[in-house]
């Protein structure tokens, strides 16, 4: 009886046991919503598609019978695959060859995530694209809003999922997963009896054979030093000091922004970022590039040494798939090979690059190029002036153009051909190789997408009763350029003016910040966003990005944006600004289906010249030297500071665009430019000695400013205390 009892007793425990185990391996959080956000013409049958709909029903159904194919998998079938927006090389923007998550979800934006299962289609993108995911996807997906409170993660949707399954099986492909990423789901999968799969045999690929593009064949080209201000030899060699210093005996460099810079080469292989696809290696007596042989002319050949390179300072060239056996064979004489991981903007190497180095000899740490490219130096910097001097010298050409244009036929302008004209005013300036980013051009309800991009299917005229926002760039030798300007060409309502006005101040405010070095960059974001909090309104995106030389757009490490949580890798992060550093300031304001607003000027970090402390105190220029709007200015609102500021940097503009415009007999362009940045009466006196004085007139947006200053440098001196 007793030993019954005891049995009885063994088998209740370990019930409990199983039960507690089932319990913690697939319990999920009744707080999220696995089901997605309600979807706008939805179901399909009930409602008018958007013209930039895709039906993808026959795309999910080939993939899913990929994802049940052994030959396909090359191992037992999958029971979900996911497709990320990234090529081999972690790139942000993306051959159209590459653009494989365009493909099966027919969505263009940048970002984003899809997971297809047998039955389910889901996809997650962040704060930019909500508006244009729900519109660009079927109503087959399920769309997460990434930032928000009640949105799964992949990995916690996995769970929820198949919670009660075993042995189910997810594949992805480890080349076009950063290794961070990958590590990622599988440390939070670890406890479900979810596991993540490497498929090597990528199953868009085999699914995509019709008009899928080539790569294009155009050779990369040298970057003479007159615009790099420095040789490739001497960057290589501050590499290999960091690598001394790591103690690493080899790096693994994949980001291709990172390559053209470190080697003083610039190409053709993303549509708008001008570089190479290629892979290096270093170490202390070598240097390895694999790269297609078609891309390296003998110009490229005599800039890095190639012909019969023997020594430590010169590039030996290598075929591009040889990568993969290389690493495999060559780590077996280094000890510690140094992987970059996320940082920024930068997600890091492949899943696949770091599974070919034997997992003791990594070293995962932020690229060392990311902070030297970073911090420009006297040639980049000038470069950097004087192609945002040219491009400020387009885009008045371009807007008083269109202004003029538009006031003789405002029914014949739409926002491809604000897009179009925007282009080719820039390719008109000297040294111009191309635009930054496709150019944003949104009326009205487009407006309040804030990456929208038109095209025949969604285009619109432009009217007279809402906001234009036009978000573009330029690629020159010697710079990269960012703008945003809001326009009207109407009359205004009162909360167009007062949108505009907010975001105005935020920006002057963040703009003529000064601070100490050891200030964190994203402790600046408050500046901007002040006036918008201040009535319960938020941006979803970051206020401000790093910008590169004659190269990437968006160019880690620098970032301001309190929305982003420290990364896991030791050195990046929230950075401190140096001089040197170029970054934008970019807020903004959306109202869904209505109008938007967005202003956009890049800044260069610049010492203050004096300092009452031992502490070095920076501040920032605007290198965009563009004009606001003044209609949709609502003086009332502004204190004496922003007057004071918007008149300086008005003057700046007629001193320095000025005499460009009337050089080149643009005097259409001078005139506008002289209207739109007429002086604004100073009624009150500014104490120079404060950042901004009180407005009786606009408690709203400046009542608080000082406390939020104070809260700023509380928050800088506690967070070094408990560092």
């Known amino acids: 009886m007793k030993g019954s009892i005891r049995w009885i007793l063994v088998s209740v425990c370990a019930f409990g046991l199983t039960e507690a185990y089932l319990f913690q391996t697939t319990a999920t959080d009744p707080s999220l919503n696995y089901n997605g956000t309600k979807r706008s013409y939805c179901p399909a049958k009930n409602h008018k598609q958007p013209p930039d709909r895709q039906d993808t029903s026959l795309r999910l159904k080939q993939l899913r019978s990929e994802i049940g194919r052994v030959v396909s998998v090359q191992g037992a079938p999958l029971h979900g695959y996911i497709v990320t927006s990234d090529d081999a090389h ?21 970002a984003g995530e899809a997971l297809i299962t047998s039955d389910k289609a ?41 919670q009660g399954r075993t042995s189910v099986r997810i594949g992805a492909d480890p080349t076009l997963v950063s290794a961070v990423d990958w590590e990622m789901w599988e ?24 008009g899928r593009p080539n790569y294009n064949p155009h050779a990369a080209y040298p970057l003479p030093d007159k615009y790099s201000g420095r040789t490739w030899q001497v960057k290589v060699q501050l590499v290999r000091m960091e690598m001394e210093a790591s103690g690493a005996d080899a790096i693994v460099i994949t980001a291709l922004d990172e390559i053209a810079w470190l080697f003083n080469i610039r190409g053709y292989d993303l549509p708008n970022t001008p570089v190479l696809r290629a892979y290096t290696v270093i170490t202390s007596s070598s240097i390895h590039l694999y790269t297609p042989r078609q891309k390296i002319l003998h110009s490229v050949d005599e800039h890095l040494k190639m012909d019969y390179c023997t020594h430590e300072n010169c590039v030996k060239w290598h075929n591009y798939t040889s990568i993969w056996y290389d690493l495999r064979t060559m780590s077996q004489a280094w000890n510690i090979v140094w992987l970059p991981t996320r940082c920024g903007y930068s997600p890091g190497a492949s899943m696949e690059i770091f599974n070919s180095i034997p997992s003791e000899k990594r070293l995962p740490k932020p690229s060392p190029v990311l902070h ?17 001097l040219r491009d400020a010298v387009a885009m008045c050409d371009f807007l008083a153009y269109m202004e003029e244009q538009y006031e003789l036929d405002s029914k014949g302008w739409d926002e491809l051909q604000v897009s179009r004209l925007a282009n080719e005013f820039r390719y008109e300036q000297d040294m111009n190789k ?31 009763t809402s906001t234009l926002v036009v978000d573009s760039g330029g690629q020159y030798l010697d710079g990269t350029t960012d703008v945003t300007r809001t326009l009207h060409f109407g009359i205004p309502t009162e909360e167009q003016r007062k949108a505009y006005t907010r975001v105005l101040i935020g920006a002057i405010q963040l703009s003529s910040l000064i601070f100490p070095s050891s200030l964190k960059s994203s402790q600046l974001d408050v500046l901007a966003r002040a006036p918008l909090w201040n009535i319960g309104y938020d941006y979803l995106h970051g206020t401000g990005h790093g910008i590169g030389h004659f190269l990437s757009v968006h160019e880690s490490p620098i970032s301001i944006s309190y929305l982003e949580s420290a990364p896991p890798t030791k050195g990046c992060g929230s950075i401190e600004l140096r001089p040197g550093f170029f970054l934008t300031n970019e ?24 300092s ?89 947006t400046s009542q608080h400013f000082h406390a939020l200053v104070a809260v700023i440098f509380i928050y800088h001196i506690l967070s070094n205390v408990w560092s």
């Open 587 to 610: 807020p903004g304001y959306y109202k869904e289906g209505d109008f938007g607003v967005r202003l956009e000027n890049v800044l260069e970090v610049v010492e203050t010249g004096s």
């Open 434 to 464: 191309g635009i930054s980013f496709p150019t944003i051009a949104g009326y009205g309800p487009h407006a309040a997408i804030p990456h929208y991009e038109p095209n025949n299917l969604t285009n619109i005229p432009i009217g007279i």
């Open 122 to 162: 889901v996809f997650w993108t962040d704060g930019r694209y909500h508006i244009q995911a729900d519109h660009q996807l079927d109503c087959n997906w399920i769309l997460m809003k990434r930032g928000r409170e009640e949105v799964p993660s992949i990995t916690e949707w996995l769970k929820h999922e198949f």
């Open 612 to 700: 009452r402390s031992s502490e070095t105190y920076l501040k920032f220029k605007d290198v965009t030297l563009i004009p606001y709007e003044p209609k949709l200015i609502d003086v009332s609102m502004l204190n004496p500071s922003h007057i004071r500021w918007l008149n300086n940097y008005n003057g700046r503009i007629r001193d320095e665009v000025g005499p460009e415009l009337k050089r080149r007999l643009k005097m259409n362009a001078f005139d506008w430019m002289l209207r739109k940045t007429a002086t604004i009466p100073e009624l009150s006196p500014v104490d120079e000695g404060l950042l901004f004085g009180s407005s009786h007139s606009t408690p709203s």
């Open 372 to 388: 030297l490219r970073a911090e420009k130096n006297d040639v980049e910097a000038e470069g950097m002036r004087r192609s945002h």
């Open 90 to 110: 972690q790139s942000e923007s993306l051959d159209p060859r590459d653009m494989r998550r365009e493909f099966i979800t027919a969505f263009y934006g940048s």
């Open 187 to 210: 440390d939070e999968l670890a406890n479900s009896s979810v596991r993540l799969v490497p498929v090597r045999n990528n199953l868009v690929d085999l699914i995509w054979q019709v």
